[in-house]
C-alpha cells in the first residue's frame, strides 16, 4: 500500500450561528470518504443561466457547487440550467482539479459509478442506463484489460484493488432509456481489500457563535475494517490543515497549517482561530 493517504474532511466552523448538518453517530462526528490510495475522482453540479467558470483547484467541494443534483436544484424560484464538472485528485498535488463545465441535457438526470477487481488499461466506454431501473445501469461499459475481467455495477468480491469510474447520464421523462458517455479515467478506490475511515470528532459540537469565546478539541480516529487503530498509528502521520473562506484570520491560514503538519492526532480550536467559516482537514499518510 505504499503512498496510501486517508482523507477526512470536517464540515466548517462558523463564527455565526449556522447548523451544520447532522451525521451518523458517534455525536459531533464526521465522516470521511471511503479511504483512497491517494488518487480521488468526484463530480460535482451547479445550476446557472450561463456556463460557469471553471473551479479553482481545491481540497475538497468548490464555493457554490454541490455533490448531487437534488442539492444544485432549488425548493422554489427559477430553475436554471444544470451543468456539471468532473475533478480528479492526484496523492502528489492533493487538490482536486476540475474539469471545465458542462451543460446536462435531459430531465432525468443521474451519476453512475462502476467497479471492477481487474487492472483496467483504458477508460471505460459504451454503456446505457434506465431511470426506472434497480439498479439503473442496464448494459455496463467495457476497457481494455491487462488482466481478464468486467466492469460492476456494485462492488465485487476479492482483495485485489478496487477501481472506479463514474459518469453523468440524462434522458427526457423519468422512464428514459439513455446511453453512459463521458466516464471518468479509473482510479484506485481500496487495496488489499481493506477498508478505512477517518472520523473527525469535536468535544463541543460543530458551530461557533457570533462574540463568544468557545473552544473544542478534534480527534482523528482511523478506523480499518471497522475496528479503532488509530493508537497504532504513529502520531508522526497525522496532518491537519485548515482552509478558510475569508483567509483573514491571524495567523493565516499558511502559517496555521505549518504548525499542524506532523505530530498531532487531536487539537485544540479556539473560535479566534474562525473568521466567518473554515473547513478543517486531517489526512493520515502511510509510513
Known sequence: MDGVTWVCKLAHTSTGSILLPVLPSPSNSYWSI????????????????????TPEDSLGLPLGWF?????ATPGSGTVHTLWSSI??????????????????????????????RGVPSSTPT???????????????????????????????AGSTPLYVSKA?????????????????VPVISMRDGEG????????????????????????????????????????????????????NATPNDATWNSTH?????????SSSEVLHSATFFCEVEEE
Do not use: M
Open 67 to 71: 455533490t448531487d443534483v437534488e442539492g
Open 196 to 247: 478505512y475511515i477517518l472520523v473527525v470528532e469535536s468535544s463541543n459540537g460543530n458551530v461557533f457563535k457570533t462574540d463568544e469565546t468557545q473552544t473544542t478539541i478534534l480527534s482523528a480516529i482511523l478506523f480499518k475494517n471497522g475496528t479503532d487503530i488509530t493508537s497504532l498509528i504513529n502520531s508522526s502521520r497525522f496532518k491537519w490543515t485548515r482552509q478558510s473562506r475569508v483567509d
Open 34 to 53: 471511503r479511504s483512497v490510495s491517494g488518487d480521488s475522482v468526484d463530480i460535482i453540479f451547479i445550476r446557472s443561466s450561463t456556463q460557469p467558470l
Open 261 to 269: 503538519l506532523t505530530g498531532y492526532k487531536t487539537i485544540s480550536l
Open 168 to 184: 453523468v447520464v440524462s434522458a427526457y421523462g423519468n422512464n428514459g432509456e439513455a446511453p453512459i458517455t463521458g466516464w471518468t
Open 87 to 116: 475533478g480528479t485528485k492526484n496523492s502528489a498535488e492533493g487538490l482536486y482539479t476540475w474539469n471545465t463545465p458542462v451543460q446536462v441535457e435531459g430531465q432525468s438526470i443521474a451519476e453512475v459509478t462502476v467497479y471492477t
Open 126 to 156: 459504451g454503456g446505457t442506463y434506465r431511470f426506472d431501473a434497480t439498479p439503473g445501469i442496464e448494459v455496463l461499459p467495457t476497457s481494455s484489460w491487462t488482466t481478464v475481467s468486467t466492469w460492476h455495477a456494485s462492488i465485487p
